[in-house]
């Protein structure tokens, strides 16, 4: 204490001291945010953007579904197979386009190609037998990949977006179940342009979120104005293309940093559907700029402090020092009057023994109040650390929940299934997987609302964990879709009973705020056995490609999937 600080006061030694502990302070407040607060925000906005990328995956696979449904269904008429002249065809295309606009066009060609009905009586005469949909029409119901408008681009009316198109075809077939025309339908691509402007809120647009679905060959098909029918390559995509989901962060081409949600639409053996890939992204920078204002206020407020508490601990060790002082000035002029042999002055008068007693009272309490500001400053500390603690285990149980109905989500269950597999390994009993869909959910959501939809999915979640034990696991993926897990089997034929009683409860009609409705299930097994291989993203794959089976053959039924 003899060298720097002997030659400093006591009011500055304070003040630096009281500085260096909120300097401590704020630097130990920013290191955790930056090991929670950081991370779990990236985590949620890479979780946000899957979602988000898995519901417009979904949206898309659901209105081509439709579309090869309608071509299905029109190509049965009997207003259609056996019309007698163009005119009663053109009326049943007519009321088709009518029921759904999105059908730029609806027309009938012979076999050799020739239009002899269309919507608008658009292209009837014209020859359309080199157009890719009528010549994979004739083979069976078939996707046209999203294209520019050739023919039509003359005809139909112009508007700001270009005319782009994606064509379901297939045979008219007559009684003896041999092709006499082809039926085609053109889908403006403006579906799915709006289905992109529905998923993304105002919220999400104005922190950068962008939707882009992208053909095989990489090029663009919906997304900014900018990139629209360019080619992109990036990693994201790639994995889409391999049939992987998920998010991850990425640079992409334009140098920016982008944290990207993937996902693949289609089925590969399903030629009435189309295989594109789903990506969401947004910059790096948006999605955390939340964070990076906690940091900014966090050091703005710290400052305030900082000088607040300086200020104090000034004032009060002026206030200390000043009878000490005062002494120290009363014995130096008498130490100097009696070196230079002068009468030495009077001590003033500090009530004696009183005054020791005053200023050992107001050392005391200096050392007190010192020690009480450190408390605080230990105490203040503590508070955040456990504050931050608490929410971060708040965050974790968010991130492992689904927010609608409270049973774990995808992220939950991608944490649970490798324990269930080491279980069965460890037991030697098989464990399954039931990947459930709602049949007859679009249905009720949009003849009753959202909020009726969400009310059936919560119900629908209930109703699954009461026909399961306590021991298995039920989770929600995203929109209506749900996961069973069923452990300590004896064989397939055990989950198999399982999910034809979970079928039954669930066909029991739901009763909603403002009506009773009545819905289904498909639902696809798939086994794991104690010697099968650990492979998470397979066993999913089993149970999700079963489900969809189900879905192909007249759904509210239950497949169990091949066995590696």
Partial sequence: MSGIFGKMRLSSVMTLAVCATVALTVALQLALVNHFAVRQAREEAQLRLQQLSWQMRDSLNRVIEQATGDARLLAELPAVRYARDADQSRAVLESLQRTFPDYAWIGIADLDGRVVAATGRMLEGANVSKRPWFTIGMRGVHASDYHPALLLEKVLPRKPDPWRFVDLSGPILDGNGKPVAVLGLHLSWEWARRHARQLLTPALREYGAEILVIRDDGTVMLGPQSMVETKVD?????????GMTGSLREVWPDGRAYLTGYSRTGDVLDPASLRWTVLVRQTEDRAMESTADLKLRMLGWSAVLALLLAGLAALMARRLTRPMAVL??????????????????????????????????????????????????LALNERLELAVAERTAELQALLLRDVLTGLPNRRALLEALPEAMSRARRVGRPCALLFLDVDGFKAVNDSHGHEEGDELLRQFGGRLLQGVRKTDMVARLAGDEFVVVLEMLSDAAHADETARKLLAHLAEPFILRSATVTVGASIGIALHRPDDPLDIDGWLARADHAMYAVKRTGKNGVALAASF
């Fill in 328 to 377: 120290r000035a009363a014995i130096e002029r008498a130490t100097e009057a009696t070196r230079t042999g002068r009468e030495a002055p009077p001590i003033p008068q500090v009530d004696g023994f009183l005054e020791t007693r005053i200023l050992s009272s107001t050392m005391r309490e200096l050392v007190h109040s010192e020690t009480a500001h450190r408390q605080a400053l």
């Fill in 234 to 242: 990036t990693t994201s995509l790639r994995l889409a293309q391999k």
